[in-house]
């Protein structure tokens, strides 16, 4: 039961209404390149200083750049009577580009991308559907934009690869898969979680199969030579699964209906070696 004094005061109400505030000051951060030029910079600098390094308003900044120390993303120290911010441990380690934890990349894609679907939940609950063809278009659509480019593709590879750097080491270490030698990445994208299980397995052999231009992708800038990776082009709907002893199936079944995961799982156990 709830206390008296959160009826009173109803905190989580308000946090929950509110909570779109701060996921979009940290998009926004993140877009901007603050985190970015607070690295480059190696100091604290003013909101004076960063506005002009990263063309914006002084006034907007600040507020920005305030809301940032609230979130515990930037600290402030005062030179000189005037404020001056630098990067926190945590937002160096996660938010700055360059770092080999980073999540910038997926905070673009949840701003410039899924943020759009979400206006759309109440239709989606309503009609028992998806609606991001309501925000970004046909699934079509969607890959093409998302590939439009080359830059493009490879920074939303990397908003997908991003989670694994926190987490791959540890899913994989959390079962004993020795026994199984030849395996495939379903859907595998960069290799994260491949690699994961190859640094974990070094005996092991893992086949990432994705659609064509991911994979050409993949190979240019995510997987240098190992011998121990090969890939295999296609679509896993419409296309034959190669065989294997075991089948990676990471961030997959949540895109598409029981009926079309139920598909998938049938190829996969008709793939599957005893």
Same mark, same amino acid.
């Given at each position: 039961?709830?206390?008296?004094?959160?009826?009173?005061?109803?905190?989580?109400?308000?946090?929950?209404?509110?909570?779109?505030?701060?996921?979009?000051?940290?998009?926004?951060?993140?877009?901007?390149?603050?985190?970015?030029?607070?690295?480059?910079?190696?100091? !604290?600098?003013?909101?004076?200083?960063?506005?002009?390094?990263?063309?914006?308003?002084?006034?907007?900044?600040?507020?920005?750049?305030?809301?940032?120390?609230?979130?515990?993303?930037?600290?402030?120290?005062?030179?000189?009577?005037?404020?001056?911010?630098?990067?926190?441990?945590?937002?160096?380690?996660?938010?700055?580009?360059?770092? !080999?934890?980073?999540?910038?990349?997926?905070?673009?894609?949840?701003?410039?991308?899924?943020?759009?679907?979400?206006?759309?939940?109440?239709?989606?609950?309503?009609?028992?559907? !998806?609606?991001?063809?309501?925000?970004?278009?046909?699934?079509?659509?969607?890959?093409?934009?998302?590939?439009?480019?080359?830059?493009?593709?490879?920074?939303?590879?990397?908003?997908?690869?991003?989670?694994?750097?926190? %987490?791959?080491?540890?899913?994989?270490?959390?079962?004993?898969?020795?026994?199984?030698?030849?395996? %495939?990445?379903?859907?595998?994208?960069?290799?994260?979680?491949?690699?994961?299980?190859?640094?974990?397995?070094?005996?092991?052999?893992?086949?990432?199969?994705?659609?064509?231009?991911?994979?050409?992708?993949?190979?240019?800038?995510?997987?240098?030579?190992?011998?121990?990776?090969?890939?295999?082009?296609?679509?896993?709907?419409?296309?034959?699964?190669?065989?294997?002893?075991?089948?990676?199936?990471?961030?997959?079944?949540?895109?598409?209906?029981?009926?079309?995961?139920?598909?998938?799982?049938?190829?996969?156990?008709?793939? %599957?070696?005893?």
């Amino acid at each position: 039961m709830s206390s008296s004094e959160e009826l009173e005061y109803p905190q989580i109400v308000l946090d929950y209404q509110q909570g779109f505030f701060a996921s979009q000051i940290m998009f926004t951060a993140c877009e901007l390149g603050v985190f970015d030029l607070l690295h480059e910079l190696e100091e !604290p600098a003013s909101a004076a200083t960063i506005a002009t390094r990263l063309n914006t308003s002084i006034d907007g900044m600040e507020r920005l750049l305030n809301s940032c120390v609230g979130l515990k993303l930037l600290k402030v120290d005062f030179i000189n009577d005037e404020g001056c911010y630098s990067n926190t441990d945590i937002s160096a380690l996660y938010l700055v580009k360059s770092s !080999p934890k980073t999540l910038y990349h997926t905070m673009l894609f949840h701003t410039q991308t899924l943020y759009m679907c979400w206006q759309f939940l109440t239709e989606a609950i309503r009609e028992g559907k !998806p609606q991001y063809e309501r925000a970004l278009g046909t699934s079509e659509e969607v890959f093409e934009t998302l590939y439009r480019t080359e830059e493009d593709a490879v920074g939303f590879m990397q908003a997908m690869d991003s989670g694994w750097k926190i %987490c791959g080491s540890d899913v994989i270490q959390a079962f004993d898969l020795s026994e199984f030698r030849t395996v %495939c990445d379903i859907g595998g994208c960069t290799g994260a979680l491949t690699k994961h299980f190859l640094s974990t397995y070094n005996e092991a052999t893992v086949t990432i199969m994705d659609l064509p231009k991911v994979v050409a992708i993949t190979k240019k800038y995510f997987v240098t030579d190992d011998e121990r990776i090969h890939f295999h082009e296609g679509d896993f709907f419409n296309d034959p699964i190669p065989e294997a002893d075991l089948f990676i199936v990471a961030r997959i079944t949540h895109c598409w209906t029981d009926e079309k995961c139920l598909e998938l799982l049938r190829k996969i156990y008709q793939s %599957c070696k005893p």
